[in-house]
């Protein structure tokens, strides 16, 4: 315990890096797969192919993926863009399969009433699509959330800081707290993170409450 105590400085340094990279790949993986699951829903000849792609990157060892990704983009092995593009990427395998599902679902009834009222393209997308959609597009960000904390930790392995640093310096020290703490850390932000999405997607969806007695 007395390490707990020596390193609380470190660790919460760690906790905020942690967070830096996994949020800002989260948000971008939900920007960027809304509108590509909408196309691959709209526009199944392209739909298919981009599936199947997103789906070898998502079969690609996370490992290999750090080294590759820098090659192409330029940046440095340890980069924090490079770890939120590959955080990023994985991200977009997971929910864009999500989106297509979510956009496929929607009740030809309110897309029939979105027509006969003349709503635009945009405009039905805004009020209607969109909207109607977000259950389940935000229940796929779960899965996303939980998976991008816990592989912000790889990035350990080639010097990216992160909780990921207390296993590995942990493992080398043979320092068990120091595992633990990293193990309990982790955790306990992708609950507090899967909680964050579970709340907002309360507060964007108020008519389920309405229609469910208040069930989320």
């Known amino acids: 315990m007395n390490w707990l105590a020596e390193n609380l400085g470190t660790i919460w340094d760690l906790t905020l890096t942690h967070v830096a990279l996994a949020v800002p790949a989260v948000v971008a993986s939900l920007v960027l797969s809304i509108p590509l699951?909408?196309?691959a829903h709209?526009?199944?000849?392209?739909g298919r192919?981009?599936?199947?792609?997103?789906?070898?990157?998502?079969?690609?060892?996370?490992?290999?993926?750090?080294?590759?990704?820098?090659?192409?983009?330029?940046?440095?092995l340890r980069s924090a863009v490079n770890m939120v593009v590959v955080l990023t990427l994985y991200g977009v395998a997971i929910l864009v399969g999500q989106c297509a599902r979510a956009f496929s679902d929607l009740p030809s009834d309110a897309l029939a009433s979105a027509d006969a009222m003349g709503m635009g393209h945009f405009r039905r997308f805004g009020t209607i699509e969109l909207p109607l959609a977000l259950p389940v597009v935000m229940s796929g960000l779960r899965v996303v959330a939980a998976s991008t904390i816990s592989l912000v930790t790889v990035g350990a392995v080639v010097g990216v800081r992160s909780l990921g640093t207390l296993f590995t310096d942990?493992?080398?020290?043979?320092?068990?707290?120091?595992i633990i703490a990293g193990v309990l850390l982790t955790l306990g932000l992708a609950l507090v993170l899967d909680l964050t999405i579970v709340g907002l997607t309360r507060m964007l969806t108020p008519w389920r409450r309405a229609g469910t007695g208040g069930a989320a």
């Open 37 to 39: 699951g909408r196309l």
């Open 170 to 178: 942990g493992f080398q020290r043979g320092i068990i707290v120091e």
């Open 42 to 46: 709209a526009r199944p000849r392209l």
């Open 49 to 76: 192919p981009l599936l199947s792609g997103l789906a070898l990157v998502y079969a690609i060892p996370s490992l290999p993926l750090l080294i590759m990704v820098p090659v192409v983009l330029g940046t440095g």
